[in-house]
Nanobody
Framework: QVQLVESGGGLVQPGGSLRLSCAASGFTLDYYAIGWFRQAPGKEREGVSCMHSSDGSIYYADSVKGRFTISRDNAKNTVYLQMNSLKPEDTGVYYC????????????????WGRGTQVTVSS
């Protein structure tokens, strides 16, 4: 049974940092694209960052390039999203997601989802 459990969200001031974690169980990361989407109130869910360990490919949304870094720990079967220089527009629920196959950027292409963790950037 595939499970994705996110943690690390919270309230942070603009310019601050947070690190999100996604613990995966029921599968190994090797053959999956795994990453993060987010959804702000009243907006569609959008891709933030994804990675695929088999071919080394990584995707970042233009809005987070240079500020966010995705990484993984194979021993812990966990994926991280380090978020620096946070802005109010980064506010939303961040979801960990995974799919078997290459990285795709539309949420409907992903079969497995965590419950999400709230990130609020506000002064």
């Amino acid at each position: 049974q595939v499970q994705l459990v996110e943690s690390g969200g919270g309230l942070v001031q603009p310019g601050g940092s947070l690190r999100l974690s996604c613990a995966a169980s029921g599968f190994t990361l090797d053959y999956y694209a795994i990453g993060w989407f987010r959804q702000a109130p009243g907006k569609e869910r959008e891709g933030v960052s994804c990675m695929h360990s088999s071919d080394g490919s990584i995707y970042y949304a233009d809005s987070v390039k240079g500020r966010f870094t995705i990484s993984r720990d194979n021993a812990k079967n966990t994926v991280y999203l380090q978020m620096n220089s946070l802005k109010p527009e980064d506010t939303g629920v961040y979801y960990c997601t995974a799919r078997s196959g290459v990285i795709l950027t539309r949420p409907q292409n992903y079969a497995y989802w965590g419950r999400g963790t709230q990130v609020t950037v506000s002064s």
